[in-house]
Protein backbone atom coordinates (compact mmCIF):
# COMPACT_ATOMS: atom_id res chain seq x y z
CA UNK A 1 0.00 0.00 0.00
CA UNK A 2 3.14 2.30 -0.05
CA UNK A 3 4.03 2.51 -3.20
CA UNK A 4 4.69 5.66 -4.71
CA UNK A 5 2.38 7.58 -6.44
CA UNK A 6 2.08 7.86 -10.13
CA UNK A 7 0.74 10.80 -12.82
CA UNK A 8 -3.21 9.99 -13.23
CA UNK A 9 -2.80 11.32 -17.17
CA UNK A 10 -5.53 9.08 -19.07
CA UNK A 11 -8.48 10.83 -17.80
CA UNK A 12 -10.55 10.29 -21.09
CA UNK A 13 -12.07 6.93 -19.85
CA UNK A 14 -14.00 8.51 -17.31
CA UNK A 15 -17.62 9.34 -18.46
CA UNK A 16 -17.78 13.24 -19.32
CA UNK A 17 -20.18 14.88 -16.72
CA UNK A 18 -19.11 18.00 -14.40
CA UNK A 19 -18.37 15.12 -11.06
CA UNK A 20 -16.31 12.40 -13.24
CA UNK A 21 -14.60 16.10 -15.08
CA UNK A 22 -14.53 17.31 -11.15
CA UNK A 23 -13.01 13.49 -10.11
CA UNK A 24 -10.01 13.52 -12.72
CA UNK A 25 -8.88 17.34 -11.40
CA UNK A 26 -8.81 16.08 -7.78
CA UNK A 27 -6.90 12.79 -8.53
CA UNK A 28 -4.47 14.83 -10.93
CA UNK A 29 -3.81 16.87 -7.67
CA UNK A 30 -3.95 14.20 -5.40
CA UNK A 31 -1.18 12.44 -7.82
CA UNK A 32 1.01 14.89 -9.31
CA UNK A 33 1.43 17.26 -6.14
CA UNK A 34 4.97 16.18 -3.59
CA UNK A 35 4.00 15.76 -0.41
CA UNK A 36 5.60 18.08 2.12
CA UNK A 37 4.43 21.15 3.70
CA UNK A 38 3.61 23.00 1.02
CA UNK A 39 1.67 19.77 -0.70
CA UNK A 40 -1.88 20.51 0.88
CA UNK A 41 -4.46 21.28 -2.11
CA UNK A 42 -6.15 24.58 -1.98
CA UNK A 43 -9.95 25.14 -1.30
CA UNK A 44 -12.36 25.22 -4.17
CA UNK A 45 -15.52 25.34 -1.97
CA UNK A 46 -18.60 26.45 -3.54
CA UNK A 47 -20.83 29.17 -1.47
CA UNK A 48 -24.35 27.07 -2.06
CA UNK A 49 -25.01 26.75 1.87
CA UNK A 50 -26.36 22.72 0.71
CA UNK A 51 -23.16 21.82 -1.45
CA UNK A 52 -20.94 19.19 -0.11
CA UNK A 53 -18.02 20.86 -1.65
CA UNK A 54 -16.04 21.49 1.52
CA UNK A 55 -16.41 17.92 2.62
CA UNK A 56 -14.78 16.62 -0.49
CA UNK A 57 -12.43 19.15 -0.84
CA UNK A 58 -11.02 18.94 2.80
CA UNK A 59 -11.21 15.00 2.41
CA UNK A 60 -8.90 15.90 -0.54
CA UNK A 61 -6.49 18.12 1.82
CA UNK A 62 -6.47 15.62 4.51
CA UNK A 63 -5.57 12.98 2.26
CA UNK A 64 -2.31 14.89 0.88
CA UNK A 65 -1.50 16.63 4.37
CA UNK A 66 -1.36 12.82 6.45
CA UNK A 67 0.62 11.03 3.65
CA UNK A 68 3.07 13.78 3.06
CA UNK A 69 3.64 14.01 7.39
CA UNK A 70 7.36 13.21 7.95
CA UNK A 71 6.35 11.70 11.28
CA UNK A 72 4.24 8.95 10.10
CA UNK A 73 3.84 6.07 7.43
CA UNK A 74 1.50 6.10 4.97
CA UNK A 75 -0.34 2.81 6.52
CA UNK A 76 -1.36 5.53 9.68
CA UNK A 77 -3.49 7.57 7.37
CA UNK A 78 -6.37 5.10 7.20
CA UNK A 79 -6.39 5.98 11.67
CA UNK A 80 -6.03 9.89 11.34
CA UNK A 81 -8.57 10.51 8.32
CA UNK A 82 -10.84 8.52 10.34
CA UNK A 83 -10.69 11.07 12.92
CA UNK A 84 -10.78 13.75 10.46
CA UNK A 85 -14.41 12.49 9.44
CA UNK A 86 -15.35 12.10 12.71
CA UNK A 87 -14.93 15.76 13.65
CA UNK A 88 -16.60 16.78 10.58
CA UNK A 89 -19.67 14.87 10.35
CA UNK A 90 -20.27 15.75 14.17
CA UNK A 91 -20.27 19.36 13.01
CA UNK A 92 -22.01 18.97 10.26
CA UNK A 93 -25.33 17.00 11.83
CA UNK A 94 -25.15 18.82 14.75
CA UNK A 95 -26.37 21.42 13.28
CA UNK A 96 -28.78 19.58 10.59
CA UNK A 97 -29.19 16.92 12.85
CA UNK A 98 -30.47 14.64 10.44
CA UNK A 99 -28.41 11.56 11.72
CA UNK A 100 -27.66 10.56 14.91
CA UNK A 101 -24.37 12.36 16.40
CA UNK A 102 -20.97 10.28 17.12
CA UNK A 103 -20.18 10.60 20.51
CA UNK A 104 -21.23 13.86 20.70
CA UNK A 105 -24.38 16.43 22.47
CA UNK A 106 -23.41 19.29 22.45
CA UNK A 107 -25.95 21.54 20.42
CA UNK A 108 -25.01 24.36 17.76
CA UNK A 109 -26.86 27.81 17.84
CA UNK A 110 -30.50 28.00 16.12
CA UNK A 111 -28.30 29.99 13.36
CA UNK A 112 -25.01 27.66 12.25
CA UNK A 113 -23.31 26.97 8.81
CA UNK A 114 -22.64 23.61 8.06
CA UNK A 115 -20.23 24.69 5.44
CA UNK A 116 -18.27 26.90 8.23
CA UNK A 117 -18.42 24.19 10.85
CA UNK A 118 -17.09 21.32 8.40
CA UNK A 119 -14.34 23.96 7.48
CA UNK A 120 -13.06 24.51 11.39
CA UNK A 121 -13.51 21.26 12.23
CA UNK A 122 -11.13 19.78 9.53
CA UNK A 123 -8.45 22.48 9.82
CA UNK A 124 -8.40 21.87 13.49
CA UNK A 125 -7.96 18.23 13.04
CA UNK A 126 -5.03 18.37 10.53
CA UNK A 127 -3.29 20.83 12.53
CA UNK A 128 -3.21 19.29 15.85
CA UNK A 129 -2.19 15.38 14.27
CA UNK A 130 -0.10 17.19 11.46
CA UNK A 131 1.27 20.59 12.56
CA UNK A 132 4.13 20.22 9.94
CA UNK A 133 1.69 21.63 7.58
CA UNK A 134 0.06 24.18 9.70
CA UNK A 135 1.11 27.05 7.17
CA UNK A 136 -0.50 25.25 3.91
CA UNK A 137 -3.61 24.23 5.99
CA UNK A 138 -3.93 27.88 7.49
CA UNK A 139 -4.48 28.78 4.01
CA UNK A 140 -6.55 26.22 2.75
CA UNK A 141 -8.11 27.37 5.99
CA UNK A 142 -8.80 31.24 5.03
CA UNK A 143 -9.83 30.54 1.66
CA UNK A 144 -12.68 28.43 2.49
CA UNK A 145 -14.08 30.30 4.94
CA UNK A 146 -13.71 33.49 2.64
CA UNK A 147 -16.16 31.75 0.59
CA UNK A 148 -18.80 31.51 2.98
CA UNK A 149 -20.50 35.01 3.87
CA UNK A 150 -20.05 36.69 6.77
CA UNK A 151 -22.38 36.92 9.58
CA UNK A 152 -23.41 35.06 12.89
CA UNK A 153 -24.38 31.96 10.71
CA UNK A 154 -20.78 31.66 9.92
CA UNK A 155 -19.24 32.70 13.33
CA UNK A 156 -21.20 30.03 14.96
CA UNK A 157 -20.57 27.07 12.58
CA UNK A 158 -16.64 28.13 12.99
CA UNK A 159 -17.04 28.18 16.53
CA UNK A 160 -19.14 24.57 16.11
CA UNK A 161 -16.88 22.90 14.11
CA UNK A 162 -14.07 23.83 16.51
CA UNK A 163 -15.83 22.63 19.57
CA UNK A 164 -16.58 19.21 17.46
CA UNK A 165 -13.26 18.79 16.75
CA UNK A 166 -11.91 19.31 19.98
CA UNK A 167 -14.12 16.87 21.34
CA UNK A 168 -12.82 14.48 18.75
CA UNK A 169 -9.23 15.13 19.36
CA UNK A 170 -10.10 14.72 23.13
CA UNK A 171 -11.75 11.59 22.78
CA UNK A 172 -8.78 10.54 21.10
CA UNK A 173 -5.50 11.14 23.56
CA UNK A 174 -4.22 7.95 25.11
CA UNK A 175 -6.01 5.68 22.76
CA UNK A 176 -2.63 3.64 21.84
CA UNK A 177 -1.04 5.44 19.34
CA UNK A 178 2.79 5.36 18.99
CA UNK A 179 2.91 2.89 21.92
CA UNK A 180 6.26 1.37 22.10
CA UNK A 181 5.42 -2.04 20.81
CA UNK A 182 7.75 -4.08 18.84
CA UNK A 183 7.27 -6.93 17.20
CA UNK A 184 10.30 -9.51 18.58
CA UNK A 185 9.21 -12.86 17.68
CA UNK A 186 12.03 -15.65 16.81
CA UNK A 187 12.47 -16.36 13.41
CA UNK A 188 10.64 -19.70 12.74
CA UNK A 189 8.69 -22.04 9.91
CA UNK A 190 5.61 -19.99 9.92
CA UNK A 191 7.09 -16.36 11.43
CA UNK A 192 7.11 -13.32 9.81
CA UNK A 193 10.62 -11.53 9.40
CA UNK A 194 11.85 -8.27 7.54
CA UNK A 195 11.69 -9.42 3.83
CA UNK A 196 14.03 -7.82 1.90
CA UNK A 197 15.44 -5.99 -0.41
CA UNK A 198 14.54 -3.03 2.68
CA UNK A 199 14.66 -5.76 5.54
CA UNK A 200 12.37 -3.37 7.24
CA UNK A 201 11.05 -3.92 10.60
CA UNK A 202 7.13 -4.48 11.48
CA UNK A 203 5.26 -0.92 10.44
CA UNK A 204 3.28 0.29 13.19
CA UNK A 205 2.76 -2.86 15.48
CA UNK A 206 0.98 -0.60 18.06
CA UNK A 207 -1.95 -0.20 15.56
CA UNK A 208 -3.85 -3.30 16.35
CA UNK A 209 -4.10 -2.31 20.30
CA UNK A 210 -5.19 1.42 19.49
CA UNK A 211 -8.62 1.86 20.87
CA UNK A 212 -10.63 2.08 17.37
CA UNK A 213 -13.64 4.29 16.56
CA UNK A 214 -16.66 2.35 16.18
CA UNK A 215 -16.11 -1.70 17.23
CA UNK A 216 -15.42 -2.00 20.87
CA UNK A 217 -11.89 -3.62 20.36
CA UNK A 218 -9.25 -4.69 17.61
CA UNK A 219 -9.60 -8.02 19.33
CA UNK A 220 -13.68 -8.10 18.38
CA UNK A 221 -12.82 -8.77 14.30
CA UNK A 222 -9.52 -9.18 14.93
CA UNK A 223 -8.71 -12.69 16.06
CA UNK A 224 -10.60 -15.10 13.28
CA UNK A 225 -8.36 -18.02 14.14
CA UNK A 226 -4.65 -18.29 12.70
CA UNK A 227 -4.00 -19.61 9.05
CA UNK A 228 -4.24 -22.34 8.11
CA UNK A 229 -1.00 -25.39 9.59
CA UNK A 230 1.90 -25.72 7.04
CA UNK A 231 1.37 -29.10 6.66
CA UNK A 232 -2.46 -28.65 5.44
CA UNK A 233 -3.93 -29.27 2.35
CA UNK A 234 -4.74 -25.56 2.39
CA UNK A 235 -1.90 -24.22 3.05
CA UNK A 236 -0.32 -26.46 0.30
CA UNK A 237 -2.56 -25.59 -2.42
CA UNK A 238 -2.51 -21.76 -1.84
CA UNK A 239 1.82 -22.06 -1.21
CA UNK A 240 1.42 -23.69 -5.46
CA UNK A 241 -0.90 -20.61 -6.27
CA UNK A 242 1.28 -17.64 -5.09
CA UNK A 243 4.53 -19.57 -6.61
CA UNK A 244 3.18 -19.72 -9.37
CA UNK A 245 1.05 -16.91 -10.69
CA UNK A 246 2.49 -14.25 -8.07
CA UNK A 247 6.88 -14.56 -9.37
CA UNK A 248 8.19 -11.59 -10.91
CA UNK A 249 8.68 -13.89 -13.71
CA UNK A 250 5.42 -16.21 -13.81
CA UNK A 251 4.76 -17.80 -17.23
CA UNK A 252 1.70 -18.73 -15.73
CA UNK A 253 -0.10 -15.44 -15.12
CA UNK A 254 -2.14 -13.62 -18.22
CA UNK A 255 -1.49 -10.76 -18.98
CA UNK A 256 -4.78 -9.44 -18.12
CA UNK A 257 -4.06 -10.79 -14.73
CA UNK A 258 -0.82 -8.78 -14.53
CA UNK A 259 -2.75 -5.84 -15.30
CA UNK A 260 -5.51 -6.73 -12.42
CA UNK A 261 -2.57 -7.09 -9.82
CA UNK A 262 -0.65 -3.51 -10.90
CA UNK A 263 -4.23 -1.67 -10.91
CA UNK A 264 -4.31 -3.00 -6.94
CA UNK A 265 -0.71 -2.67 -6.44
CA UNK A 266 -0.66 1.50 -5.26
CA UNK A 267 -1.97 3.26 -2.20
CA UNK A 268 -5.60 2.52 -1.24
CA UNK A 269 -5.83 5.93 0.83
CA UNK A 270 -5.88 7.59 -2.76
CA UNK A 271 -8.14 5.14 -4.61
CA UNK A 272 -10.72 4.79 -1.88
CA UNK A 273 -10.72 8.43 -0.93
CA UNK A 274 -10.86 9.55 -4.31
CA UNK A 275 -14.00 7.18 -5.59
CA UNK A 276 -15.87 8.52 -2.33
CA UNK A 277 -15.36 12.04 -3.76
CA UNK A 278 -17.19 10.48 -7.18
CA UNK A 279 -19.87 9.16 -5.04
CA UNK A 280 -20.86 12.53 -3.76
CA UNK A 281 -20.87 13.60 -6.76
CA UNK A 282 -22.41 10.73 -8.87
CA UNK A 283 -25.28 10.91 -6.63
CA UNK A 284 -25.79 14.43 -5.98
CA UNK A 285 -25.18 14.59 -2.05
CA UNK A 286 -25.42 17.39 0.19
CA UNK A 287 -23.28 18.31 2.67
CA UNK A 288 -25.29 16.52 5.43
CA UNK A 289 -25.24 12.87 3.49
CA UNK A 290 -21.75 13.65 1.82
CA UNK A 291 -20.11 14.30 5.83
CA UNK A 292 -22.09 11.06 6.54
CA UNK A 293 -20.87 8.83 3.83
CA UNK A 294 -16.82 10.22 4.24
CA UNK A 295 -17.52 9.34 8.23
CA UNK A 296 -19.14 6.12 7.43
CA UNK A 297 -16.64 5.04 5.19
CA UNK A 298 -13.66 6.23 6.89
CA UNK A 299 -14.17 5.10 10.02
CA UNK A 300 -15.37 1.58 9.27
CA UNK A 301 -12.30 1.57 7.43
CA UNK A 302 -10.31 2.71 10.34
CA UNK A 303 -11.29 0.26 12.37
CA UNK A 304 -11.17 -2.48 9.61
CA UNK A 305 -7.52 -1.68 9.90
CA UNK A 306 -6.90 -1.45 13.44
CA UNK A 307 -8.40 -5.10 13.01
CA UNK A 308 -6.23 -6.31 10.82
CA UNK A 309 -3.14 -4.91 12.48
CA UNK A 310 -4.24 -7.01 15.54
CA UNK A 311 -4.61 -10.28 13.41
CA UNK A 312 -1.23 -9.60 11.46
CA UNK A 313 0.70 -9.00 15.10
CA UNK A 314 -1.52 -12.17 16.93
CA UNK A 315 -0.37 -14.31 14.04
CA UNK A 316 2.77 -12.52 12.61
CA UNK A 317 2.63 -15.36 9.36
CA UNK A 318 5.26 -15.35 7.18
CA UNK A 319 5.11 -14.11 3.40
CA UNK A 320 5.12 -15.92 0.58
CA UNK A 321 8.51 -15.01 -0.48
CA UNK A 322 9.95 -16.18 2.75
CA UNK A 323 7.78 -19.21 2.71
CA UNK A 324 8.75 -19.81 -0.65
CA UNK A 325 12.57 -19.73 -0.29
CA UNK A 326 12.57 -21.14 3.08
CA UNK A 327 10.22 -24.17 2.26
CA UNK A 328 12.54 -26.83 2.92
CA UNK A 329 12.20 -25.73 6.64
CA UNK A 330 8.30 -26.05 6.50
CA UNK A 331 7.92 -29.88 7.43
CA UNK A 332 5.51 -30.22 4.07
CA UNK A 333 6.82 -32.54 1.83
CA UNK A 334 4.49 -31.03 -0.89
CA UNK A 335 6.12 -27.47 -0.87
CA UNK A 336 9.38 -27.03 -2.27
CA UNK A 337 11.68 -24.46 -2.00
CA UNK A 338 13.01 -21.81 -4.55
CA UNK A 339 15.77 -19.54 -2.86
CA UNK A 340 15.67 -17.34 -6.06
CA UNK A 341 12.01 -17.06 -5.97
CA UNK A 342 10.88 -12.96 -6.00
CA UNK A 343 7.04 -11.93 -5.66
CA UNK A 344 5.75 -8.91 -8.46
CA UNK A 345 5.58 -6.05 -6.22
CA UNK A 346 8.17 -5.52 -3.17
CA UNK A 347 7.31 -6.76 0.05
CA UNK A 348 5.38 -4.44 2.52
CA UNK A 349 7.08 -4.28 5.94
CA UNK A 350 4.15 -6.25 7.57
CA UNK A 351 3.05 -10.05 8.13
CA UNK A 352 0.88 -11.55 5.71
CA UNK A 353 -2.47 -12.58 7.59
CA UNK A 354 -4.71 -10.88 7.13
CA UNK A 355 -4.57 -8.64 4.06
CA UNK A 356 -4.55 -4.69 4.73
CA UNK A 357 -5.75 -3.88 1.11
CA UNK A 358 -8.40 -6.69 1.54
CA UNK A 359 -9.41 -5.77 5.13
CA UNK A 360 -9.89 -2.01 3.57
CA UNK A 361 -11.78 -3.13 0.71
CA UNK A 362 -13.83 -5.40 2.64
CA UNK A 363 -15.06 -2.63 4.71
CA UNK A 364 -15.02 0.04 1.96
CA UNK A 365 -17.68 -1.51 -0.05
CA UNK A 366 -19.47 -2.96 2.95
CA UNK A 367 -19.88 0.40 4.36
CA UNK A 368 -20.31 2.09 1.40
CA UNK A 369 -23.41 -0.27 0.24
CA UNK A 370 -24.56 0.30 4.08
CA UNK A 371 -25.29 3.57 4.20
CA UNK A 372 -26.48 4.49 0.66
CA UNK A 373 -28.94 1.57 0.99
CA UNK A 374 -27.96 -0.06 -2.05
CA UNK A 375 -25.70 -3.10 -3.10
CA UNK A 376 -25.86 -1.33 -6.80
CA UNK A 377 -21.92 0.41 -6.26
CA UNK A 378 -21.43 2.45 -9.47
CA UNK A 379 -17.81 2.75 -8.14
CA UNK A 380 -15.16 3.92 -10.39
CA UNK A 381 -11.72 3.52 -8.92
CA UNK A 382 -8.42 4.95 -10.09
CA UNK A 383 -5.11 3.11 -9.71
CA UNK A 384 -1.90 5.27 -7.99
CA UNK A 385 -0.06 3.04 -9.69
CA UNK A 386 -0.70 2.62 -13.16
CA UNK A 387 -0.98 6.20 -14.84
CA UNK A 388 -4.71 6.30 -16.09
CA UNK A 389 -5.78 2.54 -15.83
CA UNK A 390 -9.45 3.16 -14.40
CA UNK A 391 -12.16 0.65 -13.37
CA UNK A 392 -16.02 0.32 -13.02
CA UNK A 393 -17.51 -2.08 -10.65
CA UNK A 394 -21.39 -2.08 -9.69
CA UNK A 395 -20.97 -4.73 -7.46
CA UNK A 396 -19.17 -4.86 -4.34
CA UNK A 397 -18.07 -8.63 -4.79
CA UNK A 398 -16.87 -8.44 -7.99
CA UNK A 399 -14.55 -5.64 -6.44
CA UNK A 400 -13.86 -7.71 -4.12
CA UNK A 401 -13.00 -10.73 -5.69
CA UNK A 402 -10.58 -8.65 -8.08
CA UNK A 403 -8.47 -7.36 -5.08
CA UNK A 404 -8.08 -11.08 -3.86
CA UNK A 405 -6.73 -11.99 -6.97
CA UNK A 406 -4.98 -8.86 -7.66
CA UNK A 407 -3.01 -9.44 -4.14
CA UNK A 408 -2.40 -13.01 -5.03
CA UNK A 409 -0.97 -12.08 -8.16
CA UNK A 410 1.70 -9.60 -6.73
CA UNK A 411 3.12 -12.48 -4.94
CA UNK A 412 3.00 -10.69 -1.94
CA UNK A 413 -0.36 -12.80 0.23
CA UNK A 414 -1.54 -16.39 0.04
CA UNK A 415 -5.20 -16.68 -1.02
CA UNK A 416 -6.61 -17.55 2.69
CA UNK A 417 -4.52 -14.04 3.70
CA UNK A 418 -6.44 -11.92 1.49
CA UNK A 419 -10.13 -13.79 2.01
CA UNK A 420 -9.91 -13.91 5.55
CA UNK A 421 -8.92 -9.79 5.47
CA UNK A 422 -11.78 -9.17 2.90
CA UNK A 423 -14.39 -11.09 5.74
CA UNK A 424 -12.95 -9.08 8.44
CA UNK A 425 -13.26 -5.62 7.13
CA UNK A 426 -16.93 -6.57 5.86
CA UNK A 427 -17.50 -7.38 9.80
CA UNK A 428 -16.34 -4.18 10.88
CA UNK A 429 -17.91 -2.35 8.79
CA UNK A 430 -21.30 -4.14 9.15
CA UNK A 431 -21.08 -4.30 13.21
CA UNK A 432 -20.34 -0.25 12.52
CA UNK A 433 -22.99 0.56 10.29
CA UNK A 434 -25.86 -1.19 12.22
CA UNK A 435 -25.22 0.92 15.35
CA UNK A 436 -24.44 4.69 14.04
CA UNK A 437 -24.97 6.56 11.51
CA UNK A 438 -28.92 5.84 12.11
CA UNK A 439 -31.31 8.48 10.80
CA UNK A 440 -32.97 10.49 13.73
CA UNK A 441 -36.51 10.38 14.81
CA UNK A 442 -38.00 14.22 13.61
CA UNK A 443 -35.30 16.08 14.96
CA UNK A 444 -33.75 17.45 11.40
CA UNK A 445 -34.55 21.31 11.17
Excluded at 117 to 140: I, Q
Excluded at 414 to 442: E, H, I, K, N, S
Aim: aromatic letters at 10%.
Amino acid sequence: MDTVFQAFSQSARLRATPGRRRLVMCVAILLLMPFGSASVATATTTTDAGGPAVVTDWNRIAVSTFLGDPTKVPVESFLYLGFVQAAVYNAVIGIDRRYEPYRFRARAPHRSSTQAAAVAAAHRVLVTYSPYARVALDEAHAQSLAQIPDGSAKTNGIAYGVLAADRLIAMRAGDGRNAPVLFTRPPAPGVWRPTPPASAPMFVPWMGAVTPLLVRGGAQFGEPGPPPALTSARYTRDFAEVKAFGSATSTARTAEQTNTALFFSGNAVVQINTALADQVALRRLDIVDAARLFAAVGMSVADAFISVWHAKYLYGFWRPLTAINLADTDGNPATVADPTWTPLLVNPPYPDYVSGYGGVMGAFTQALADTLGTRHLRLTLVSSAVPGAVRHYDSGRVLRNDVVDARVWLGIHFRFADTAGVDMGRQVAAWALDRYFRPTRGEHR
